[in-house]
C-alpha cells in the first residue's frame, strides 16, 4: 500500500524558517520525481519546488534563493527547507510523488503553514 505523508508544518514568523518532511513508503523511490506543491485560501494549487532522484531540482520564481528541496533515496524521504519565510508562502503545503513511468502519481494530505507576526 502506498503512503505518503508530510510533516514539519506550523507557525512561523516572517523572516523565519520551517522544515518540511514527507515520506513516501510502498513505491520504488528512485521511480518517481518527488515534488512540493502549495494552496493558499482561495488559490490554484502551485508547484514549489521538484527534484528527480539524481538531484535534479526545479523551483518556482517566488521560492528561488530561500527555499531548498532535497532527497534521501535511501530512507524514502523528501525534504522542503524554506528560509525567509513570507506571508505570501501560507498555504498547505502537500507532497506528491510523480512516476517517471506514465502511471498514478501519488499525494500526501498535506501541512499548514502560517507565516504570521
Known amino acids: 500500500q502506498v503512503q505518503v505523508k508530510e510533516s514539519g508544518g506550523g507557525l512561523a514568523q516572517p523572516g523565519g524558517s520551517l522544515r518540511l518532511s514527507c515520506a513516501a513508503n510502498?513505491?520504488?523511490?528512485?521511480?518517481?520525481?518527488m515534488a512540493w506543491y502549495r494552496q493558499a485560501a482561495g488559490k490554484e494549487r502551485e508547484l514549489v519546488a521538484s527534484i528527480t532522484s539524481g538531484d535534479s531540482t526545479n523551483y518556482v520564481d517566488s521560492v528561488k534563493g530561500r527555499f531548498t528541496i532535497s532527497r534521501d533515496n535511501g530512507k524514502n524521504m523528501v525534504y522542503l527547507e524554506m528560509n525567509s519565510l513570507k506571508p505570501e508562502d501560507t498555504g498547505v503545503y502537500y507532497c506528491?510523488?510523480?512516476?517517471?513511468?506514465?502511471?498514478?502519481?501519488?499525494w500526501g494530505q498535506g501541512t499548514q503553514v502560517t507565516v504570521s507576526s
Open positions: 510502498g513505491i520504488i523511490f528512485r521511480a518517481y520525481i
Open positions: 506528491n510523488a510523480r512516476p517517471i513511468a506514465p502511471t498514478r502519481a501519488y
